[in-house]
């Protein structure tokens, strides 16, 4: 089992509508966990960060935390087409940062 | 954006050759990460650095190795470079241990032929 899984994807979704795109971990001592966003042949930029359980809202991105269960998620509200790119879910794992293989993200005008 | 820094940002090497990578940090960062990006894999990490001289190992280090003999410079080698190792990486910097967000370089594109 990998530390970090996503749902590969493709995700398309149609412009203005919410995309979900969740992350699971296998290490229960994880603290804080990222969200990056990554156009084709581009780094990875930071959208969130969230170190508690519950909802963390920032503009038209909301993480979701859920230690219990182990699964983090990131809903895009109001989903443009400039928002397609892969999203990557990192967790931080004793120091280190451990990222999913990606979910690549599609909107439709 | 943060001062980090890949050089090369490509190169294509033959199999068998070394081959060093190198990540230059301006912020004073003591985390300093390295990974690869294969399509179907994310970023996996191969090694990673809490501090000068201070090193450890990630999921993918086999055929690698790396150093820092000062805070700005984290350096990655191939030892023997072979087309397993075709790959994009990416070096990342961060301020405090997981609890802050990692920036990332430019990536550098390396070709094993």
């Known amino acids: 089992q990998k530390e970090v899984e996503q749902n590969s994807g493709p995700l398309s979704v149609p412009e203005g509508a919410i995309a979900s795109l969740n992350c699971t971990y296998s290490?229960?001592?994880?603290?804080?966990f990222f969200w990056y966003r990554q156009y084709s042949g581009k780094s990875p930029e930071l959208i969130m960060f969230?170190?508690?359980?519950g909802d963390k809202e920032d503009g038209r991105f909301t993480a979701q935390l859920n230690k219990a269960s182990q699964y983090v998620s990131l809903l895009i509200r109001d989903s443009q087409p400039s928002d397609s790119a892969t999203y990557l879910c990192?967790?931080?794992?004793?120091?280190?940062?451990?990222f999913g293989q990606g979910t690549e993200l599609s909107v439709k005008p | 954006d943060a001062g980090i820094t890949q050089s090369p940002r490509h190169k294509v090497t033959e199999t068998g050759t070394p081959v060093t990578l190198r990540c230059h940090q301006t912020?004073?960062?003591?985390?300093m990460y390295w990974y690869r990006q294969d399509p179907g894999h994310g970023l996996r990490l191969i090694h990673y650095?809490?501090?000068?001289?201070?090193?450890d190992k990630g999921e993918v280090s086999d055929g690698y190795s790396v150093s820092r003999s000062k805070t700005e410079d984290f350096l990655l080698t191939l030892e023997s470079a072979t087309s397993s190792q075709t790959s994009v990486y990416f070096c990342?910097?961060?301020?405090?241990?997981?609890?802050?967000?990692?920036?990332f370089g430019q990536g550098t594109r390396l070709t094993v032929v």
């Open positions: 650095s809490y501090g000068v001289k201070d090193t």
């Open positions: 290490d229960r001592g994880s603290q804080s």
């Open positions: 990342a910097i961060s301020e405090r241990q997981g609890t802050t967000e990692a920036f």
């Open positions: 990192a967790v931080n794992q004793g120091g280190k940062l451990i």
């Open positions: 969230i170190y508690s359980n």
């Open positions: 912020e004073n960062h003591r985390y």
